[in-house]
């Protein structure tokens, strides 16, 4: 069945067939306290005859969601708190991030800011938006500003012009960055001239595109990625390692290698962050890290992400591995270098 317009109730889901009658008041409950969106995209790729199907545990609400660990944080990684005007988080001196927007066209459930996004809220505009860009032109040690939400990519071609007009006129700022699951979950959006319109006209323009299974890689995203790099865009990318969707070496060695192939070079594979009620998405470091190794292994270096935590609480994000290399602690010790195979190899100390 061909399916139309986004998913945003669990009734919606249930006349799909992508939910059984029998879950509808667990997951209104969900609902309720936690945003849904299913694209049609991403609709027409789940089976519902697997109950463990990568994409619908991504976007299809679970009862667990409503379980918050005593460690789960509403703000996982500190926003809040380096928030100097509204819309714009500036932890890290060169870089800000601009919250053009709350809403999201789907809304994942291991997401982050799940606290903050959603649909109704107000996006940035008028004077809110006057104050943040005031913010950024004053502070010239802002060398690159980061587009993100929510998804900024649900934004007409009009409005995303009129906020890269304004970005233009900002000397010290050289870089642009939009963030955005759009190209993946609803690649019609993409249009040549939508793409045109996210070049903000002096600047480089970097666009990180969120993917975390290579079944997100149809026929129809890889066009919109296609459109987007003709248009000059360096695409990068960002996933987050998922327990049951992707944390597997078949799974994300096929996921980076779809990356590379359509023209995305991998960025950041993020630890998944203390969102309350994400528990079932999480592994540990450890087991992070040797899959993370293991790419190393086999993979094209073109393939390799940096594995990414963000400190709970805003300290902000650190790789977190893994490392080839011990013994160096102390003071002109011999390094030791592990190779691919797992073997050691002495290193002088200079
Ligand atoms: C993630 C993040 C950035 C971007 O970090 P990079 O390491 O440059 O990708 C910038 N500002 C904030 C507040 C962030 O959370
Ligand atoms: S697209 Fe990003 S911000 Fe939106 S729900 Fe998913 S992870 Fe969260």
């Not at 969900?30 to 990568?54: E, K």
């Not at 409005?159 to 019609?188: F, Q, Y």
């Amino acid at each position: 069945m061909t399916i139309h317009t986004p998913l945003r109730s669990i009734d919606a889901l249930i006349a799909q067939g992508l939910v059984a009658p029998d879950r509808r008041a667990a997951l209104d409950a969900v609902a309720a306290r936690y945003a849904v969106a299913v694209t049609p995209a991403m609709a027409s790729l789940i089976d519902p005859a697997d109950p463990a199907d990568p994409i619908a545990r991504q976007f299809i609400p679970d009862p667990a969601e409503l379980v918050t660990l005593p460690q789960e944080r509403a703000d996982p990684i500190g926003d809040e708190a380096h928030s100097p005007v509204e819309g714009v988080v500036h932890r890290y001196p060169d870089r800000a991030l601009l919250k053009l927007v709350h809403a999201c066209p789907v809304y994942c459930r291991f997401c982050f800011r799940r606290e903050m996004v959603g649909p109704g809220g107000d996006a940035l505009n008028g004077e809110k938006l006057d104050a943040a860009l005031a913010y950024l032109g004053d502070h010239p040690e802002i060398w690159e500003v980061i587009m993100t939400g929510g998804d900024p990519l649900i934004l007409s071609a009009r409005r995303v012009r009129e906020v890269a007009g304004r970005l233009a006129a900002i000397p010290h700022m050289r870089v642009t960055r939009w963030h955005s699951r759009v190209p993946m979950v609803d690649p019609d959006r993409v249009t040549p001239d939508f793409a045109e319109a996210l070049r903000v006209p002096g600047k480089a323009s970097y666009i990180a595109i969120h993917a975390n299974h290579p079944r997100e890689f149809t026929p129809a995203a890889c066009a919109a990625l296609a459109r987007l790099a003709d248009a000059g865009h360096v695409l990068l990318s960002q996933s987050v390692l998922l327990k049951g969707i992707n944390a597997d070496v078949q799974t994300l060695s096929a996921l980076m290698r779809a990356f590379v192939e359509n023209r995305v070079k991998p960025y950041y594979l993020h630890h998944p962050d203390l969102a309350p009620g994400t528990a079932q998405f999480r592994l540990s470091l450890e087991e992070g890290q040797a899959l993370v190794k293991s790419l190393r292994g086999h993979l094209s270096g073109l393939c390799q992400p940096t594995y990414i935590l963000d400190i709970p609480g805003g300290a902000g994000k650190v790789p977190v591995g893994p490392t080839f290399l011990s013994g160096c602690e102390t003071p002109g010790a011999v390094g030791l270098v592990e190779d691919r195979q797992g073997n050691r190899h002495a290193y002088p100390p200079v």
